[in-house]
């Protein structure tokens, strides 16, 4: 039922846009102990699924693209840290972050951190995900990971969620005050965190973003915002103590596009859209290991 359901989204999307449906051909199906997990080929691209909802896309013929627009928002930590040299990723997924900072910044180590062994193999068997002296994967829980590592981080990026079939939410312990003030104690000097938030509707007044905003700000100094404009994401750039001046980070962006040459993405792009807009916080709770009801929060703060 499971590739029924997915194989005929597919067939409708396709005939609605005026052609004829590609064939689909799942290429791996597993339940491992957190998800139903399915790699499927579709038109040239390969796409990961957890419970049918989508985590990775890449393109068959060139491994090293065609992931999912968020996931080039993560590089806009380099304005912030331009002498960034060791990454933290907390969740794997296909592994199209890991694989983008490997292949663009030479000098960058990246530590991934997942919880689901069963991910990990997938990713190194079908999205091509490197493993060596720039690249380890640690199969542990992200936030346990955190509270026993004695190493910093120039920057952390969090890009954890759960998926069942009513929709997909970051794990509860990854969302709360507690967890942002180790992930904080964590950071080198300069370090950054960058958070994905999947916002429901793509308003500015989604609960969940509004929520994940106002537990975030209340450990760090500064939150930025950098919505994606082709899928349903918004990743949060926050910064332990004040903001930078908008002169220092455009400053920054052009440093590095300069050392590492043709970007697919430039930094400065990246930093032009990033927005420090106020949203109205007031009805929505600092989450809490107490109180985290993170799978509905767009159902009990509208």
């Excluded at 983008?100 to 091509?128: C, G, H, M, N, P």
């Excluded at 509270?147 to 509860?172: E, H, M, N």
């Amino acid at each position: 039922m499971k590739k029924l359901g997915i194989f005929a989204a597919i067939c409708v999307i396709s005939l609605l846009v005026g052609g004829s449906p590609a064939r689909a051909r799942i290429v791996y199906e597993r339940d491992s102990l957190y998800s139903h997990i399915v790699v499927e080929d579709i038109g040239g691209t390969r796409t990961l699924y957890f419970n049918t909802w989508p985590q990775t896309e890449m393109l068959i013929r060139d491994p090293g693209r065609g992931g999912l627009q968020y996931t080039e928002m993560y590089h806009a930590v380099l304005a912030f840290n331009p002498q960034c040299k060791r990454v933290l990723v907390i969740g794997l997924g296909g592994g199209s972050t890991q694989k983008a900072f490997l292949s663009r910044y030479s000098d960058i180590t990246v530590q991934t951190v997942e919880i689901d062994k069963t991910v990990a193999q997938v990713a190194r068997e079908y999205f091509s995900v490197p493993e060596g002296s720039r690249h380890t994967i640690t199969i542990e829980d992200g936030r346990r990971f955190l509270a026993r590592s004695k190493q910093t981080y120039d920057a952390i990026l969090v890009d954890a969620y759960l998926a069942d079939y009513y929709g997909a939410y970051a794990p509860f312990h990854l969302a709360t005050q507690e967890f942002f003030q180790i992930a904080k104690s964590r950071l080198s000097e300069r370090g950054v965190l960058a958070y994905n938030v999947i916002w429901s509707s793509l308003s500015w007044n989604d609960a969940s973003l509004r929520t994940m905003h106002k537990t975030a700000s209340s450990i760090f100094g500064s939150v930025y915002m950098l919505p994606a404009r082709r899928s349903r994401n918004v990743v949060l750039v926050c910064v332990p103590g004040d903001a930078p001046s908008s002169a220092t980070l455009k400053n920054n962006a052009r440093v590095v596009d300069k050392k590492y040459g043709r970007l697919p993405t430039t930094i400065t792009s990246l930093v032009s859209q990033l927005s420090t807009r106020s949203l109205d916080t007031r009805r929505v709770p600092v989450l809490t290991d107490d109180y985290a009801p993170v799978e509905t929060l767009n159902l009990l703060f509208r």
